[in-house]
């Protein structure tokens, strides 16, 4: 429920926004002004980073903070990781734009030390598909500052070592489950 709320929010605020407009009112100018997207998403992500959330919800922040990107592709509401190139082509440039800010605010460095903090597997997973989904269209920022990190921060490989582990582990518990 939350999910749909978050990626609604801008469906939300022009329906605001409209109506306000219709009725006269300069409200619509004024509505949001204290609404600011940085600082929300930035508190966002120290949230998740303080690990005081449960699984659940933890998983459920990784959504929200992937589904900022996803949400631009008005055709599908699948993980950007299971796009083809034509399934997002039309939104390319606004799906770009989202990337690269929160490229700007730190998300990548946030994801990387969340990767080498975080040993849960589906924690893991679902931070893996925010990195995806940063990635998608080979963002140049993002690579930039993944390659960043990667260079001074993890010269011991933790994350490319989680990554090569993270499939055989989710294949083999999949398996003892079903």
């Not at 996803?70 to 509401?77: G, I, S």
């Not at 080979?138 to 010269?155: E, I, T």
């Amino acid at each position: 429920m939350l999910v749909l709320w978050v990626t609604n929010i801008d469906l939300r605020i022009n329906n605001i926004m409209a109506n306000a407009a219709r009725g006269g009112q300069r409200s619509s100018e004024t509505a949001f002004a204290n609404v600011s997207y940085n600082p929300i998403v930035s508190s966002f992500m120290t949230l998740l980073d303080s690990k005081c959330l449960g699984k659940e919800l933890h998983i459920t922040g990784l959504t929200l903070l992937r589904k900022i990107v996803e949400v631009e592709n008005k055709e599908l509401v699948t993980p950007a990781a299971d796009w083809a190139g034509e399934d997002w082509a039309a939104y390319q440039k606004i799906i770009a734009a989202r990337q690269n800010s929160l490229v700007a605010i730190g998300c990548v460095e946030f994801l990387c030390k969340h990767l080498q903090d975080i040993d849960d597997d589906d924690v893991l997973e679902q931070t893996f598909l925010v990195c995806i989904t940063l990635l998608l269209g080979g963002n140049k920022k993002s690579q930039d500052a993944f390659f960043h990190y990667f260079q001074h921060q993890d010269q011991s490989n933790v994350i490319l070592m989680k990554l090569k582990r993270l499939p055989h582990r989710l294949r083999r518990r999949r398996l003892q489950i079903g």
